[in-house]
């Protein structure tokens, strides 16, 4: 009932105003005295165009939005439906002239006070909103919130202070705002003082009863993030930031989808640029399946792959959990997806869902990752990722599919453990089934380190090391990772596959600078407001078996090539595994044939020599 009066409420105002447009547009024409014989025109004109303004502004969806907001885009819709109605009026008017149409004056001067008395109407409900929400929101100390200070004098300074402003379940009232340039200092932004930099909330803290920080920036440097963070840490305010990258590549981050400070804030990486238009035109109206859907680059692979419209999305996982909680993630997103559980590495299985579905594009993300684990199981980790891996690519190079690619690894490069040597003859089987006469699919490798906060990472390690209150375990205090956020490496692996030429290639992700994993440690224990040493200690327990001290990405710093994305590098792996793996078929033969740990390390060894040597 409620909805059927404010309904009728707007349709009542709007056709006010329209009516009292054309009124006003006659009464103009005539100098305040409007001959009857006229009236009874303009009444039969008020009686024309408004329901036709009214209908087309009904079309074009005005009146199912929010009428207390009111933006551009609003305005340049309403002034877009009212020009074509007064176009096609002029035009009647001169095709038939014996319509009873009003004259080109009338018409236009209508046109012209119908936009203004229509941005009248909608700016005075927007301007006594905002004065209704400022009265509310004004006042430090509103009951349920917590006083914050925004650090930013930018726009999205200025979205976060509107929308805290206007939505109370934030449960954040901006109070102050600081920023380190000094041209704003003294001024306002929408009536919230600018005091200056934001070590001005030692002097200002108590006053204002600050309990909180939001950092409105993604453009501090690491040093000022540090300073903000040690300064936030100092006065026990808790510290809050705006979304991360990632959630802006999934596109469903919005300015005040505010989150804590996480260690990835502090690496030090070079933004990352992608061609979204690119992988987007190469994605949609495609069937992409998805090999290890479930898992922490293949969840995310899937997500970012779903909204790029693909003809079809097939999901396949063995977990039967993860891949029905990846199908769950997509469908509350609207988006959907075909789910198959399935073991790669039986070949009857794999084929009967390739011929199915034949996909144009696979992302093989399936894989054993957890080196101490597979270190005592070298089968296992041939048997999944290496025969699983030959199995797929030899079915798909049967089928013709256009594009397969797989998700490698740092560890590959110069393996030291047993999950690095299966990935690697993943990569040699894959490059071999290329260089095949009979071949029409391109596959390529995409190589990377470590991804922040996936399964079994150290992060959530961490984590839940700090909850129980320590202590935190580091194998060695020198020990160094690549680290890079699961969203930016799929966002990467998304443009690499799409570039035009990528058959035998093998690409790797520019993941930065190395970091000690002992300054992560340390870094997630500040973010908890808690002192190393003091309140959760740090213990060292030694490099476990298949570690390395240093992750490599290639195999010599000058064997690789840039492409037209920075962040991605084409390798110049040495080609000479070819010969050993001529016969796919036979070494997956030989695979299947293993039947111990020890006879998987020989079978290792005659395709990477120095393994374990």
């Not at 009248?120 to 209704?132: H, P, V």
């Not at 640029?273 to 680059?297: D, M």
């Not at 999901?315 to 997103?333: A, G, T, V």
């Not at 202590?471 to 570039?499: C, D, K, N, Y």
Request: include cysteine; hydrophobic fraction near 40%.
């Amino acid at each position: 009932m409620l909805k059927l009066f404010t309904y009728s409420l707007k349709l009542g105002t709007y056709s006010f105003c329209l009516a009292s447009s054309i009124a006003l547009a006659y009464i103009l024409k005539y100098e305040f005295s409007i001959p009857l014989p006229v009236q009874k025109v303009m009444w039969y004109n008020i009686c024309t165009l408004v329901p036709t303004k009214i209908i087309t502004l009904i079309l074009v969806g005005e009146f199912k939005g929010i009428f207390s907001y009111f933006r551009l885009p609003d305005l340049v819709k309403i002034a877009s439906c009212f020009s074509i109605i007064s176009f096609v009026f002029l035009l009647s008017k001169f095709c038939v002239p014996s319509l009873l149409l009003p004259s080109r004056e009338i018409i236009l001067a209508d046109l012209l006070f119908s936009i203004l008395f229509i941005l009248f109407f909608r700016t005075s409900l927007r301007i006594i909103n905002n004065r209704g929400i400022f009265n509310k929101t004004h006042n430090i100390g509103r009951p349920g919130t917590i006083n914050v200070a925004v650090v930013g004098t930018n726009e999205v300074g200025s979205n976060i202070i509107t929308e805290l402003k206007s939505k109370q379940f934030y449960g954040l009232t901006p109070v102050v705002v600081v920023d380190d340039d000094p041209k704003y200092y003294g001024r306002t932004l929408h009536e919230i003082p600018v005091l200056g930099t934001p070590e001005r909330l030692r002097d200002c803290k108590e006053y204002y009863k600050i309990e909180g920080i939001v950092l409105a920036s993604h453009n501090l440097s690491i040093s000022r993030l540090n300073e903000l963070s040690q300064l936030a840490q100092e006065l026990n305010l808790k510290l809050l930031t705006i979304p991360s990258f990632g959630e802006f590549i999934e596109g469903h981050a919005f300015a005040t989808r505010l989150r804590t400070l996480d260690v990835e804030d502090f690496l030090e990486r070079k933004p990352i640029h992608l061609n979204l238009e690119r992988s987007t035109t190469f994605i949609a109206n495609r069937v992409v399946a998805i090999t290890g859907a479930g898992g922490s680059i293949g969840r995310e692979l899937s997500k970012q792959i779903a909204i790029k419209h693909p003809s079809q999305l097939i999901l396949m996982d063995h977990s039967e959990y993860n891949l029905f909680k990846i199908e769950q993630d997509l469908l509350r997103e609207g988006l959907s997806c075909t789910p198959i559980l399935i073991d790669i590495s039986n070949p009857r299985d794999v084929e009967s869902c390739l011929q199915k579905y034949h996909p144009h594009l696979i992302y093989h993300a399936a894989a054993y990752k957890h080196v101490p684990l597979l270190e005592n199981q070298s089968l296992v980790a041939l048997k999944n990722n290496t025969l699983g891996t030959g199995i797929l690519a030899r079915l798909a190079s049967k089928m013709e599919v256009e594009r397969f690619i797989l998700i490698s690894t740092d560890k590959a490069i110069n393996p030291i453990n047993n999950m690095g040597a299966s990935k690697r003859i993943a990569e040699m089987l894959c490059m071999a089934l290329q260089h095949q006469t009979e071949n029409r699919t391109q596959f390529m490798a995409v190589r990377f380190g470590n991804v922040l906060g996936s399964a079994g990472s150290v992060l959530p390690i961490f984590k839940e090391q700090i909850a129980r209150g320590g202590p935190i375990t580091v194998t060695h205090p020198q020990m160094t990772r690549f680290f890079m956020t699961i969203p930016e490496a799929v966002g990467l692996i998304l443009e690499a596959s799409s570039f035009e030429s990528v058959a035998g290639k093998t690409f790797i992700l520019d993941m930065g600078n190395p970091v000690k994993i002992l300054d992560v440690a340390k870094k997630m224990i500040e973010l908890n407001n808690l002192r190393v040493g003091i309140d959760i200690e740090i213990i060292f327990t030694g490099i476990r078996p298949g570690e390395k001290l240093h992750e490599d990405l290639v195999y010599n710093s000058d064997h690789f090539d840039k492409t037209i994305n920075q962040h991605i590098w084409l390798t110049k792996d040495p080609m000479e595994y070819l010969p050993y793996v001529r016969t796919v078929d036979r070494h997956l033969q030989e695979i299947e044939k293993l039947n111990s740990d020890e006879e998987g390390i020989r079978f290792i060894r005659t395709l990477i020599p120095n393994f374990k040597a």
